[in-house]
Structures are given as C-alpha cells and as structure tokens.
C-alpha cells in the first residue's frame, strides 16, 4: 500500500521510494500531459517531480494521500516552466530576492541530513550534474539564470544538466539499489564549520594562515566579472571588512567534491548598498582542500526587477 511504502521511505528505504514513484509515474505523466501537452517539456517536468519527491518524502503527512501529492508537485514543476515563458510578477520578484529569516545553524544541519540517502544518489552523479541539482533543490540559487552565474556557464547547459541529472537520479531510484549510507550530517558540519572558521579569520586578520589550511597552494576563485588568485580573495575580504561589511552564514550543502555555501552580507548602516544581499561560494575540492572558489552574488531588488 502506498502508506507503507511511504513510511518506508521516509525511513531511508530507497527501494520503497522506488516503487512509490514507479507506481505513480503513469499518473504524473498524464498530469504533466495535460498542462504541458506531450513532448520533452512534459518528461522534464516528471522528472524534476522525482527529483522533488527524492528530497521531500519526509514532507508528507498523509501517506495514504500521496498519490495526490505527487500528482500536485508534477502541477507545480508544470506551472515553474510557463511562468518562465512570461515576465515574473512584482510580488513574485520581491519574494524572490528578499533576504530569509534569522538561520538556525542546528535546523539547517538536520534539514539536510536527515536523507542521508538522497545525498548518496547525488554522489553518484559526476560533479558537473550534481552541481546544478544542489543549487537547484537544495540552495537560494533556483532560477536558471542565477545557476549559470553561480557556475560560469550558459543557461542552456544548465538546462540540459539538470535534464540529465534527473534522468539519472530518476533511473537510480526505478533500480531500487540497496547501498549502505555515508554520514552526510557529519560532512555537512565538517564544512559548516570551515567556512564559519574562514569567515571568522577574515574577522581576526588571519584569513591567510586559514586559507593554507582549507585551501590547496594554487587555488583560483571567480566571479561573473573575472578571476583572481587567494591573494585577490584575501584583498578583497579584507577590503569588505574595513568597510564594515560583515556575513552570517545561513546554509551548507555539502558532497564530496563540492561545497555551496549562502551567506548573508549586512552592510554598515551608512553604506546600505555596499554589497548585495546575500553571497554564494560555489566551492570545488580537491584531496578535501578548496581548490576552486566562485562567488555569485544574488541581485539587488532593484537590479532584478529591472533585469
């Protein structure tokens, strides 16, 4: 019965999963048919509904209804691809940039790792897919255009990443594999705590003697407007600092080879408009040391209605 597996599934049982979403596929489909027409726009938008459901089983409160839920998550997959066919409403805009309430450091740890299994399906993509689906599902960072900024590449292979990346966690979870789970909460707090640690040091004036640490000697980092080496970084935290500029730290997500971390910048009273809002490090590793870095700064609410 789909109760049972739902539980089972909320437990950690991927093959449960599996077999809730093969029984429900032909229903999702038809759904997705009927809003979209049949073609690619509908299989894509089925497989964004399992990627959802692969990260928010533990969400539902009647199993015995979640035929409906599932049916519900497809509509609103549909719904996000024709509101990218027209300009986003004001209200819409607004919610989308404006900044989250206080984070709790705890709650965010838990939230994520809890489905220790949803982090192993991810693992098992390669580091280019799993990217786009963290920043995607699991970050601020959803709008295609603001995943192409955060990663350094066009819209439409963000498109087709994450086109293949569902295909791939969809197939993944059809297989029902058994496999034993890595503990992705210790991971997450692993780098929790490494970027806590780098952002306090920029604080104290030893952000240098940090980055020996947590960083590999030739590491890079980058943003839409160019590229540096840790001594730019260094210059320009240290310059952000002096102007008063501080961060708080509000989510972590965390595999292997990949860290994406959200932080909101809080600007001195008299310079309100020194940075953006929030700021994303997208940071890939190498042997546990960041050897890549690239920031995405979120828009201002003026800059994206006006984008």
Not at 196 to 219: I, V
Not at 241 to 252: E, F, H, P, S
Request: aromatic share 4%.
């Amino acid at each position: 019965m789909d109760s049972d597996l739902v539980r089972a599934a909320q437990s950690g049982d991927i093959g449960a999963l599996g077999s809730l979403l093969a029984r429900h596929r032909p229903g999702m489909t038809a759904v997705a048919i009927s809003v979209l027409g049949p073609g690619p726009d509908a299989d894509d938008a089925v497989q964004e509904a399992m990627t959802v459901a692969l990260a928010r089983i533990g969400d539902v409160r009647e199993p015995g209804a979640v035929g409906g839920w599932l049916r519900q998550v497809v509509r609103n997959a549909c719904l996000t691809q024709l509101r990218a066919r027209r300009p986003l409403p004001l209200d819409e805009q607004l919610h989308a940039v404006l900044p989250s309430s206080e984070p709790d450091p705890a709650q965010a740890l838990d939230r994520h790792a809890t489905r220790e299994w949803v982090w192993r399906a991810l693992e098992e993509l390669s580091a280019p897919l799993r990217l786009v689906v963290m920043l995607r599902h699991f970050s601020g960072v959803t709008a295609y255009q603001d995943i192409a900024d955060a990663c350094g590449i066009p819209v439409g292979t963000v498109r087709s990443r994450l086109a293949k990346a569902r295909g791939q966690l969809s197939a993944s979870l059809l297989a029902t594999a058994d496999t034993s789970y890595g503990d992705v909460g210790a991971l997450t707090g692993v780098r929790w705590r490494e970027v806590s640690e780098t952002m306090d040091a920029a604080e104290r004036g030893t952000l240098a003697e940090t980055l020996t640490a947590f960083w590999t000697p030739d590491a890079r980092y980058s943003w839409s407007g160019g590229s540096g080496d840790v001594s730019s970084f260094l210059r320009g935290m240290y310059e952000d600092i002096a102007d008063g500029v501080r961060g708080r730290l509000t989510n972590v997500l965390a595999s292997q080879d990949v860290t994406v971390s959200e932080i909101d910048l809080i600007n001195p009273p008299e310079d309100p408009l020194h940075c953006p809002p929030t700021v994303v490090w997208v940071q890939h590793l190498r042997g546990g040391r960041v050897h890549d870095l690239r920031l995405f700064h979120s828009p201002r609410i003026g800059e994206a209605i006006s984008a």
